[in-house]
Nanobody, 121 residues
Framework: QVRLAESGGGLVQPGGSLKLSCAVVGSEFSAGGMAWYRQVPGKQRELVAS???????NYKDPAKGRFTISRDNAKNLVSLQMNSLKPEDTAVYYC???????????????WGQGTLVTVSS
């Protein structure tokens, strides 16, 4: 049962930093695109940043210049370094990974359990 394991959330002051990590665990997996989303209660889940299998980056406006997404293919790991955090960054952050298991044609979309980031003084 392949799944995503998230970590790194917590409470930080405005202007502070956090690094989120997400690993594919439980089974061998060939990951394609990887991304981070976030969601505030009562609002739509929104894309924060993504990185393709060959390293193409995409950042949504709120993250540009402050967040950095990266991946380690050998470890099936995607990270999000968040700097200069603002109160409006407060949300539950979810990692998202597309891919498949070896020998399996089935396309899979995996979601992490979510990790809470709270930016407050």
């Amino acid at each position: 049962q392949v799944r995503l394991a998230e970590s790194g959330g917590g409470l930080v002051q405005p202007g502070g930093s956090l690094k989120l990590s997400c690993a594919v665990v439980g089974s061998e997996f060939s990951a394609g695109g990887m991304a981070w989303y976030r969601q505030v209660p009562g609002k739509q889940r929104e894309l924060v940043a993504s990185i393709s299998e060959n390293g193409i980056l995409n950042y949504k406006d709120p993250a540009k210049g402050r967040f950095t997404i990266s991946r380690d293919n050998a470890k099936n790991l995607v990270s999000l370094q968040m700097n200069s955090l603002k109160p409006e960054d407060t949300a539950v952050y979810y990692c998202n990974v597309h891919g498949s298991r070896p020998g399996d044609r089935k396309y899979l979309e995996l979601w992490g359990q979510g990790t809470l980031v709270t930016v407050s003084s």
